[in-house]
């Protein structure tokens, strides 16, 4: 049985820093791209960031710089670290594996997702 279930989201001032945590039950992440996707009100569904089954991370230019992803294989668990939150960054979060190594920014290069955690700034 594999799972993606997303933790961490929450109500946070402008400037300030939120951790959201993937449990990716059922997955390797060694074999796996594994991205982390917004979708603000009456907006598409985004990429913010995504990393590899060796490591290497991407991210979106609005995140660039204040947004790091991260991993532990042994944990199952991936990571998504916010700093210098701003209003824009309000949407819902949501965790996605894609089934080869190497990844693509693109919703549609991902099969499962996790049910979301909202992050609200203010």
């Known amino acids: 049985h594999v799972q993606l279930v997303e933790s961490g989201g929450g109500s946070v001032e402008a400037g300030r820093s939120l951790t959201l945590s993937c449990k990716a039950d059922?997955?390797?992440?060694?074999?796996?791209?594994m991205g982390w996707f917004r979708q603000a009100p009456g907006k598409q569904r985004e990429g913010v960031a995504t990393?590899?089954?060796?490591?290497?991370?991407s991210y979106a230019e609005s995140v660039k710089g204040r947004f790091t992803i991260v991993k532990d294989n042994a944990k199952t668990t991936l990571y998504l670290q916010m700093n210098s939150l701003k209003f824009e960054d309000t949407a819902m979060y949501y965790c996605?594996?894609?089934?080869?190594?190497?990844?693509?920014?693109?919703?549609?290069?991902?099969?499962?997702w996790g049910q979301g955690t909202q992050v609200t700034v203010s």
């Open positions: 059922g997955y390797s992440l060694v074999t796996h791209c």
């Open positions: 996605a594996a894609r089934p080869i190594p190497q990844c693509k920014l693109g919703q549609q290069y991902y099969r499962d």
């Open positions: 990393i590899d089954a060796e490591g290497t991370a």
